[in-house]
């Protein structure tokens, strides 16, 4: 089978979809999936999701624990962009209609976990990828530049070898 796509993404977890829905705006995507869309390890995410959504958190604090969790071994500049990120980035995924649990109050009921100094876990239930993963796809299904295609392998793709030229950013053609 051939198939010419502005994006290819391999792959139906968080990354891949939430990829394929951001490049969407600039071209056509195929997205393959070996299994069907929803079979992903992102799907069976049992605990939450980490990010700075009230105060008394803040970045410094997350960002430490963060630090301190990882012994120090940490990349602190990734720590910092990922930590520094992580509100905007559950923002669109509530954009994207993911649903987090909520108090009474209609604040996100947040948890502690171990290695977090602050009440910073959003979860659904106890079945977070879960919800993740169905909010996504549904907006993956509903797009018209994408095109899913489950229960297929990338095997041969043509690459910059194949082609004799060097591949860096979309052409005219």
Same mark, same amino acid.
């Given at each position: 089978m051939q198939k010419k796509v502005d994006f290819l993404v391999v792959g139906t977890g968080m990354a891949g979809l939430i990829y394929a829905l951001k490049v969407a705006e600039y071209g056509s995507v195929c997205l393959l999936s070996k299994n069907l869309i929803d079979d992903t390890a992102t799907s069976y995410a049992q605990g939450g999701i980490a990010a700075v959504m009230y105060s008394p958190d803040n970045y410094k604090k997350h960002?430490?624990?963060?630090?301190?969790?990882? $012994?120090?071994?940490?990349?602190?500049?990734?720590?910092r962009i990922t930590i520094?990120?992580?509100?905007?980035?559950?923002?669109?995924?509530?954009?994207?209609?993911?649903?987090?649990?909520?108090?009474?109050?209609?604040? &996100? =009921?947040? =948890?502690?976990?171990?290695?977090?100094?602050? &009440?910073?876990?959003?979860?659904?239930?106890?079945?977070?990828? &879960?919800?993740?993963?169905? $909010?996504? =796809?549904?907006?993956?299904?509903?797009?018209?530049?994408?095109?899913?295609?489950?229960?297929?392998? $990338?095997?041969?793709?043509?690459t910059q070898h194949h082609l004799g030229e060097m591949v860096t950013r979309a052409r005219k053609d």
């Amino acid at each position: 089978m051939q198939k010419k796509v502005d994006f290819l993404v391999v792959g139906t977890g968080m990354a891949g979809l939430i990829y394929a829905l951001k490049v969407a705006e600039y071209g056509s995507v195929c997205l393959l999936s070996k299994n069907l869309i929803d079979d992903t390890a992102t799907s069976y995410a049992q605990g939450g999701i980490a990010a700075v959504m009230y105060s008394p958190d803040n970045y410094k604090k997350h960002i430490d624990d963060t630090i301190n969790a990882g $012994a120090g071994l940490n990349d602190e500049e990734i720590v910092r962009i990922t930590i520094t990120e992580s509100t905007e980035r559950i923002v669109e995924l509530i954009e994207w209609g993911t649903h987090f649990d909520k108090e009474d109050s209609g604040k &996100y =009921s947040l =948890s502690k976990e171990g290695g977090h100094s602050e &009440y910073r876990i959003l979860h659904h239930k106890d079945a977070t990828g &879960y919800e993740i993963q169905r $909010a996504l =796809s549904k907006k993956i299904w509903e797009h018209p530049n994408i095109e899913v295609m489950e229960n297929h392998f $990338a095997i041969d793709l043509i690459t910059q070898h194949h082609l004799g030229e060097m591949v860096t950013r979309a052409r005219k053609d």
